[in-house]
T-cell receptor, first 113, second 114 residues
Framework: AQSVTQLDSQVPVFEEAPVELRCNYSSSVSVYLFWYVQYPNQGLQLLLK??????LVESINGFEAEFNKSQTSFHLRKPSVHISDTAEYFCAVTNTGANNLFFGTGTRLTVIP | EAGVTQFPSHSVIEKGQTVTLRCDPI?????LYWYRRVMGKEIKFLLHFVKESKQDESGMPNNRFLAERTGGTYSTLKVQPAELEDSGVYFC????????????FGNGTRLTVT
């Protein structure tokens, strides 16, 4: 069975500071990994994904995540956060041969002016 | 393109009543998923349609939940009779292809059972 662990339920950070949101997963087979973001009063939106190839993936708004197979991690990072990054972030995993996603419990990022 | 739409956005019902949630996926998306998030917990998979067929309903909590997707377009999720523990946010998502294809989510329906 698969599972995703997001240990940090809330992460407050000052504007322009760096941030890392942690994600660890468990799976016995090859996986696809995703980060979704939910802004207030909106649905989840795909932020970035790892399917294959380069283990470092980037989003258009400056976030990046690195797939680390040996540590079964897919941490999300941004070197300098903006107020607009305030949202809830969800890590998710699926088997390469499956269809449904397994989500973590989410991390609420609050950027403080 | 229009996104995934869900109706209603909020629903407050009493224990024992019936509620029906509706999801309109993105046009042309054969795959439709229902997920649920109970407050503070993870977003949990409920079921997956491919067109009008249930591909995987392993996440449905019990037989009080009934999902349909007649004609392979919109989908409904009925809860009958509702219990207190059914409260949460119900998300619908659609995709063109399963697996590696990203999911497009609706804004969710917040269900409160009192």
């Amino acid at each position: 069975a698969q599972s995703v662990t997001q240990l940090d339920s809330q992460v407050p950070v000052f504007e322009e500071a760096p941030v890392e949101l942690r994600c660890n997963y468990s799976s016995s087979v090859s996986v696809y990994l995703f980060w979704y973001v939910q802004y207030p009063n909106q649905g989840l939106q795909l932020l970035l994904k790892y399917l294959s190839g380069s283990t470092l993936v980037e989003s258009i708004n400056g976030f990046e995540a690195e797939f680390n197979k040996s540590q079964t991690s897919f941490h999300l990072r941004k070197p300098s956060v903006h107020i607009s990054d305030t949202a809830e972030y969800f890590c998710a995993v699926t088997n390469t041969g499956a269809n449904n996603l397994f989500f973590g419990t989410g991390t609420r990022l609050t950027v403080i002016p | 393109e229009a996104g995934v739409t869900q109706f209603p956005s909020h629903s407050v019902i009493e224990k024992g009543q019936t509620v029906t949630l509706r999801c309109d996926p993105i046009s042309g998306h054969d795959n439709l998923y229902w997920y649920r998030r109970v407050m503070g917990k993870e977003i949990k998979f409920l079921l997956h349609f491919v067109k009008e067929s249930k591909q995987d309903e392993s996440g449905m909590p019990n037989n009080r939940f009934l999902a349909e997707r007649t004609g392979g377009t919109y989908s409904t999720l009925k809860v009958q009779p509702a219990e207190l523990e059914d409260s949460g946010v119900y998300f619908c998502a659609s995709s063109q292809v399963g697996g590696r294809s990203p999911l497009h989510f609706g804004n969710g329906t917040r269900l409160t059972v009192t």
